[in-house]
């Protein structure tokens, strides 16, 4: 039995389709059917489903399935066994929303570099929205973003919190005392991008306390955000550490005492399943960097 065809059904099944099959292996959608229509012929079996939407498993699919991964996988460990991990290769996508491009994600990848130096590493950035719709058709490998992705073969892990904090610039008319949400929300707010979990938290933070039609501004890049805001056009929310430089530089002041929305998760959501032991180990040196202690400015 050819291994590649196993492997070929494995991303079918994942993926449930051809299109994206071909596309992650870097083949054609004719030579992804050939590989299919080869197996169920050895197999005997009608493997898939096929219909406008994509393709489903059928029954022997899906107990096919249990077999395939588990070969699949044992050829994968195999291999890695007969190699020096740190002279791995492959292609790592990796898929990130701002917050995590501006504060730890420069680092992280010097550490994989310096891990396996043969990995090309291909980053993405977009909002977290579109990185999960991204990971689930199996465009990325590993997704750093706000939100836990409910999918086959995706697992989860929460990496940190950031406390969300009204911030002004400190030159800037809007630095002045507000006592309190209502006196704030009368000012031009500055957030992420519109049905962003951080969008969506201002928005109920600001209903919730009865203030109707807020001037909340959406911005899909964390920079422009800090930039507008350091240039006076309103008040920003933002995650802690993405303006950490700028409270301590002075040109950005927190606003204490004022009612803020939920902090802000940050998660990991990557592919599991053969040959995707890389992404995991990745996810774990992000957690061992981010729980490390912050390191000491001089």
């Known amino acids: 039995m050819n291994i590649r065809f196993l492997e070929t ?10 299109r994206l099959t071909a596309e992650k292996l870097c083949t054609t959608q004719a030579s992804i059917s050939s590989r299919i229509a080869a197996l169920e012929e050895e197999l005997d079996s009608r493997l898939f489903v096929r219909d406008p939407r994509g393709v489903t498993l059928t029954p022997e699919g899906q107990r096919v399935l249990d077999y395939a991964e588990r070969m699949v996988e044992t050829l994968h460990a195999l291999k890695a066994a007969l190699k020096d991990p740190g002279l791995g290769r492959g292609h790592l996508r990796i898929g990130a929303m701002d917050t995590v491009i501006h ?3 420069s680092p992280l990848v010097a550490r994989i570099n310096a891990a ?28 750093f973003q706000t ?22 610039a400190c030159d800037s008319e809007q630095n002045r ?11 031009r707010i500055v957030t992420f991008s519109r049905n962003s979990r951080p969008h969506q938290d201002v928005l109920n933070l600001l209903h919730g306390a009865d203030l109707a039609a807020p001037r909340v501004n959406c911005v899909n890049s964390a920079s422009a955000i800090i930039r507008l805001v350091r240039d006076g056009f309103g008040i920003g929310l933002l995650p802690l550490p993405l303006v950490a430089a700028e409270l301590q530089a002075g040109t950005l002041r927190a606003l204490d005492g004022i009612e803020s929305p939920p902090a802000m998760d940050i998660v990991a959501s990557w592919r599991t399943g053969p040959g995707m032991a890389l992404s995991e180990q990745v996810v774990v040196l992000a957690q061992r960097l981010i729980a490390e202690p912050p390191a000491l400015s001089t």
């Not at 990995?119 to 999960?132: G, H, K, P, Q």
């Not at 836990?148 to 919190?161: P, S």
Request: hydrophobic share 45%.
């Open 9 to 18: 059904f494995v991303w079918v099944a994942r993926l449930k389709s051809f």
């Open 103 to 105: 504060t730890w994600l």
């Open 116 to 143: 396996w130096p043969n990995v090309e590493v291909e980053i993405t950035a977009d909002t977290a929205r579109n990185l999960c719709e991204q990971l689930e058709k199996g465009y990325q490998d590993i997704i």
């Open 147 to 168: 939100d836990m992705v409910r999918a086959d073969t995706v697992r989860n892990a929460l990496l940190d919190r950031y406390d969300m904090k009204w911030v002004v």
């Open 177 to 187: 005392p507000y006592t309190a949400l209502h006196e704030l929300a009368c000012e």
